[in-house]
């Protein structure tokens, strides 16, 4: 109890920090952001030197009648007429480009723009029926094979003047319609835990971190997309926000569920085991995704291996704990029936021994060789006496009974009890399944398909269905017989 006593502070004192942290990362970020926002990342202009050969600017979905604004300007090096373009070039396309055969084979792009002057401006809007997504790459033959520096800025729009590659102009409608969806569920949350408040569940503070951490990274988003679909680019320090929230609720989701699982506050045992486990967990999930943000590529999918073992831990703690309350409810079975059979014959041997000292006190008092007429008096005494040992007879049966009764009653209130949280654990155990089972597939596809929109809406559908199972399953209620934590004091 002492090892779990001293989890349980620090538990709580890291739940403290995390919301005082919070409240500084949203000061911070809203300090940030009037900052930064302003200073586009990719219309701003800036410079690049390249030599013969192929560069890749940037990619960008278009839908029909989206346009894009290109300029350039050769700052350092001799300009020749006719050596330097801008491709416009297909997925399939871009695949089939080769920097080193450039010069040597025409490439065959959607579009190619030649640069007639030092300076200027190129401006096209897309006509491909249904739109397309378009890598932007400049590509230099020059005779002399110099290096030449180039100072360029550019626009993408779709129509409407939408800032947004088509993967995500649904982004901020989605996001705004999810902020209200985890309103309501954190102020149900908050109503269910204000009518319970007299009991005191730390776990039920731990579970509290999820719907707070998933409202604050909806609302960040929503507001982050918006302001993108509008100006077209944010701030450095506005996309490492985006994904320090990202990264924030990941980890404190994974903590939550493996709390459930460990069955901590719910059934008996030490926890002091799990902070290195937890740790651990928790900085290969930063790590991970703070790869895939900065180096994209196979580091997307390397965030999402690290949930297979979180799966693998899950499982087995679940199913640790649902074997552990099925031996429980056996051996409460088996001590029920024990204990009626044990009580009988306690009391067959006292019934027994009182008989026998009745008898001998009988063979004391009355002596064998004397020999008198019936007496009436004599008889009357005996059975007063009997009388006497039948009531007390009585008198001790009654307080047994009383005592069995107490004590079935009891073993039924703990029945009740492990059978609520065996059937909490197997809920639990099948939601998992579904939910991690789901955020794999999907962000493997997610990493493989250019609608990231599609998925982003599954991902965010699944969250509210796990948020919503889960406090279903482990809410508070007035029926403590239903639902009894362990004393975590």
Avoid at 435 to 452: M, N, P
Wanted: with cysteine.
């Amino acid at each position: 109890m002492k090892s779990s006593a001293v989890y349980v502070n620090v538990l709580e004192m890291k739940i403290k920090d995390i919301s005082l942290s919070s409240i500084l990362l949203v000061i911070l970020l809203l300090f940030c952001t009037n900052i930064y926002v302003v200073d586009a990342i990719y219309q701003s202009p800036y410079t690049f030197s390249s030599k013969n050969g192929l560069t890749t600017i940037d990619s960008f979905g278009f839908l029909q009648g989206g346009y894009f604004d290109f300029n350039y300007k050769i700052v350092d090096g001799d300009f020749f007429e006719n050596t330097t373009q801008l491709l416009v070039c297909t997925d399939h396309q871009y695949n089939d480009l080769e920097s080193s055969t450039y010069c040597l084979v025409q490439p065959t792009c959607y579009q190619v723009f030649q640069f007639t002057n030092s300076s200027g401006t190129i401006s096209y809007k897309i006509d491909r029926k249904f739109g397309d997504y378009f890598t932007f790459l400049i590509g230099q033959c020059s005779p002399t094979n110099q290096r030449i520096t180039y100072k360029i800025s550019y626009a993408f729009y779709n129509p409407g003047g939408n800032h947004l590659s088509y993967q995500y102009i649904p982004l901020p409608y989605i996001y705004m319609i999810f902020t209200g969806v985890w309103v309501i569920l954190t102020i149900l949350w908050c109503i269910n835990w204000y009518l319970n408040r007299k009991q005191n569940i730390k776990l039920h503070k731990v579970i509290s971190l999820l719907p707070f951490s998933k409202l604050a990274v909806v609302a960040y988003y929503c507001g982050y997309w918006t302001y993108l679909q509008t100006y077209g680019a944010v701030g450095i320090v506005v996309i490492i926000f985006f994904w320090l929230f990202y990264i924030v609720f990941r980890v404190i989701a994974c903590v939550v569920l493996l709390t459930i699982a460990t069955g901590w506050g719910i059934c008996s045992g030490r926890y002091e085991h799990l902070k290195k486990p937890l740790a651990l967990i928790i900085i290969l999930l930063g790590v991970t995704i703070a790869l895939g943000a900065i180096l994209q590529g196979f580091f997307n999918f390397l965030q999402f291996i690290v949930y297979i073992p979180v799966l693998c831990i899950i499982f087995i703690k679940t199913d640790f704990n649902i074997n552990l309350i099925r031996a429980s409810i056996l051996e409460l079975h088996s001590n029920t029936q024990m204990q009626p059979i044990a009580g009988s014959q306690q009391q067959q041997q006292q019934q027994q021994q009182q008989e026998a000292e009745v008898t001998l006190k009988h063979e004391v008092l009355d002596p064998p060789t004397v020999q008198q007429p019936p007496n009436n008096n004599s008889d009357s005494s005996n059975d007063n006496s009997s009388n006497n040992n039948n009531n007390s007879n009585v008198a001790t049966g009654a307080p047994e009974s009383s005592v069995v009764q107490v004590r079935d009653q009891d073993n039924a209130l703990k029945l009740s009890q492990l059978q609520s949280k065996l059937m909490m654990f197997t809920a639990f155990k099948w939601i998992m399944l579904a939910y991690l089972s789901s955020v794999i597939v999907i962000q493997f596809l997610a990493s493989a398909f250019q609608l990231v929109w599609i998925f982003e809406l599954l991902s965010l559908l699944i969250d509210v269905a796990l948020f919503v199972c889960i406090g279903l399953t482990f809410r508070l209620r007035k029926e403590k017989m239903y639902y009894e934590f362990m004393d975590e004091e």
